[in-house]
């Protein structure tokens, strides 16, 4: 059974889409998606900067047609589950078919400029806890007055909020803990982002989503969502909502996945992957980062691909003929 993975804020690199433009209709298929998005995809992902590329408005479109852009370019009609961290929950949903693709890359650039806008309102951040015991890292988390914004996995939980509540848990970290500030613009996937929720329920309100063809998880309470409604209104209340990764996770491995495929800029979500899922049934993982990645995903899809009536339920096994046939 197969997973495919759409990483969040954070994942980028400067220039990270260059060799995807080789590729046939790549460049015109982003300069599409710009008008959508609101920002020009092919100068961010080719010739911006670091500083550029962290301007959330600008790279959470940005995250999501590169998703959307590889995956054009496998037989995704052969993945069973689909899922992503945070902003990129939105490709995961277009690939699961429960969004269309321009849905996806509007509703990225509304999420951006929103956030982006929020975080201009109150000086906060967010900071990696490294280690320790996940109860009392937590406990120290809310005794700063802070939140427990995105559970990774372990031994990884990202508090966010106000500067000074930060300074204090790098000051004094839980036992066996350390403290890594994130170079973000704010408090993410909190309270503090209320106002970026509310602007993107009011575009979102005129999506039209579709029924889910295969297993797509959600970030809230890593649980399968089958309603296109339902998925729209948790995208929504993720704006404010912390990631559950851990639980998504937890997901992947009740299912009994064995194999994942994590979409460019590639990287963080196979490590996180790699490190929880461990054992005889770890799963297979492919990192795909460039062009050349695609024939190692093309091959996995060939050995742990599944059928399209599979891919709703989860269960079944699928013959691989279509391996090498490309689906959007």
Request: charged residues 20%.
């Given at each position: 059974m197969l997973a495919v993975l759409c990483p969040g804020q954070g994942s980028?690199?400067?220039?990270?889409l260059t060799p995807w433009l080789d590729l046939p209709d790549a460049e015109a298929r982003l300069r599409t998606w710009s008008t959508l998005a609101g920002v020009d995809l092919?100068?961010?992902?080719?010739?911006?900067?670091?500083?550029?590329?962290?301007?959330t408005a600008r790279t959470q479109p940005l995250l999501v047609a590169a998703a959307l852009l590889?995956?054009?370019?496998?037989?995704?009609?052969?993945?069973?589950?689909?899922?992503?961290?945070?902003?990129?929950?939105?490709?995961?949903?277009?690939?699961?078919?429960?969004?269309?693709?321009?849905a996806a890359i509007t509703l990225a650039g509304v999420r951006g400029?929103?956030?982006?806008?929020?975080?201009?309102?109150?000086?906060?951040?967010?900071?990696?806890v490294l280690g320790g015991d996940p109860d009392e890292v937590t406990a120290t988390i809310d005794a700063h007055g802070?939140?427990?914004?995105?559970?990774?996995?372990?031994?990884?939980?990202?508090?966010?909020?106000?500067?000074?509540?930060l300074e204090k848990l790098a000051a004094a970290p839980p036992e066996r803990a350390r403290v890594v500030r994130l170079q973000v613009a704010g408090a993410f996937h909190t309270p503090y982002m209320s106002p970026a929720e509310d602007a993107l329920a009011t575009v979102a309100a005129g999506v039209?989503?579709?029924?889910?063809?295969?297993?797509?998880?959600?970030?809230?309470?890593?649980?399968?969502?089958?309603?296109?409604?339902e998925l729209l209104e948790r995208l929504v209340r993720q704006v404010t909502a912390p990631v559950r990764w851990d639980l998504?996770?937890?997901?992947?491995?009740?299912?009994?996945?064995?194999?994942?495929?994590?979409?460019?800029?590639?990287?963080?979500?196979?490590?996180?992957?790699?490190?929880e899922l461990t054992g005889a049934d770890a799963p297979e993982?492919?990192?795909?980062?460039?062009?050349?990645?695609?024939?190692?995903?093309?091959?996995?899809?060939?050995?742990?691909?599944?059928?399209?009536?599979?891919?709703i339920d989860g269960t079944s096994p699928r013959d691989n003929t279509d391996a090498g046939e490309a689906s959007s």
């Open positions: 980028q690199k400067p220039g990270f092919v100068h961010l992902g080719t010739t911006a900067d670091a500083d550029e590329i962290r301007d590889a995956a054009s370019h496998l037989p995704m009609r052969q993945v069973t589950v689909t899922a992503g961290h945070s902003v990129g929950e939105l490709g995961a949903a277009a690939l699961a078919g429960a969004l269309p693709a321009e400029r929103e956030m982006a806008a929020a975080c201009a309102l109150e000086p906060t951040g967010m900071a990696a802070l939140h427990a914004a995105n559970r990774n996995g372990k031994g990884q939980v990202v508090a966010a909020g106000a500067l000074d509540g039209t989503p579709g029924v889910p063809d295969r297993v797509l998880l959600s970030n809230l309470d890593g649980t399968a969502v089958g309603d296109g409604r998504c996770m937890a997901t992947l491995a009740s299912l009994g996945v064995t194999g994942v495929i994590e979409l460019p800029p590639a990287g963080t979500l196979a490590g996180l992957v790699k490190r993982i492919v990192a795909v980062k460039t062009p050349d990645d695609l024939p190692a995903a093309l091959d996995l899809i060939a050995r742990h691909g599944t059928t399209a009536d599979a891919a």
